[in-house]
């Protein structure tokens, strides 16, 4: 396996920690916690810091990532790979999406209305109240988190 | 095997208290007293007229064999999710507008669940296999000089698992 990232380690450790914790093994899901929160605190500043290269990293997901790893994953024929392809790019689109959307709208794009963000596939929603299940991974709407404003 | 409750589902009807011969499904934290449980039993999991208590294994197989090639795909995704995470991170620590932190956290959030299921389904599944337990050996000793490191978080992790 190759050298991952801090930043990478930390997507690693807390995906161990929920499967712990779907295990009710809660001892064990606080030590993967602990091993995340320190590749966290190390999190590596990342390459172009600005907006625009947010949107240029999905464009290149959207455009070359997604096509390659479908290849690659069809060739194989992972299914279970396909899968977490087909939700990873329809949640790419929406943050891209989202992102130019807020580009024209600024602030009016998520003033008097929520926010939310599936906890299972990264599916966003903007408005008063999430959808029952996900369109995307299609769980109930309790796995589906409001992201609060922050008061300054 | 023991039994676990998911409190979502349940309603409260309390048949699994007539029904546990150990008292382990009495509890006031909602869970079930696994410490009490008795392996496979599921007279509780049987009885539960909600189909809130199922039970956890106790072992599991090993997960699907991935290819290195899908391995290796994911692994490039993943890269550029958590790069996207840092981004959206970086931004919103910079900024003190807090629609426009409440956007980038959202952005983070997101780009954090999709990088944890390429992980997932690049073969890191399952807390018990042998590739985490690689990864976590290696991990140990490449941080070995490293005081800030929890080398006993790991070390329980690798005794545990």
Known sequence: MREMTRGELAAMCTNLQKACTKQMRSEEALLFGELASFYEQGREKPEGQAYQDLLSAINEDLAVGYKQADSVASANKDRGSLRALVWGEKVSKLLKSLLLRYEKQKNTLLENTNVYVCEICGFVYVGEQPPAICPICKVPSFKIQAVQKEAI | ?161
């Open chain 2, 1 to 161: 095997m023991h039994a676990a409750r998911n409190i979502a589902l349940c309603t409260k009807d309390c048949v699994c208290l007539f029904v546990c011969p150990t008292g382990a499904t009495d509890t006031e934290n909602g869970q079930i007293d696994f410490s009490k449980c008795l392996s496979g039993c599921r007279l509780c999991v049987d009885a539960c007229p909600s189909h809130a208590i199922y039970l956890v294994p106790s072992s599991y197989p090993d997960p699907q064999k991935k290819e290195s090639e899908v391995q290796q795909s994911l692994f490039d995704l993943a890269s550029s999710k958590v790069r996207q995470e840092s981004i959206a991170k970086h931004l919103a620590a910079e900024s003190d507008d807090p629609v426009f932190k409440q956007l980038c956290k959202t952005v983070a959030m997101s780009n954090h669940i999709m990088a944890e299921d390429c992980y997932r389904e690049a073969g890191y599944i399952l807390p018990q296999s042998d590739a985490v337990r690689k990864l976590l050996t290696d991990l140990l000793s490449k941080e070995k000089d490293n005081p800030d490191f929890p080398a006993t978080a790991v070390k329980k992790l690798l005794e545990k698992l």
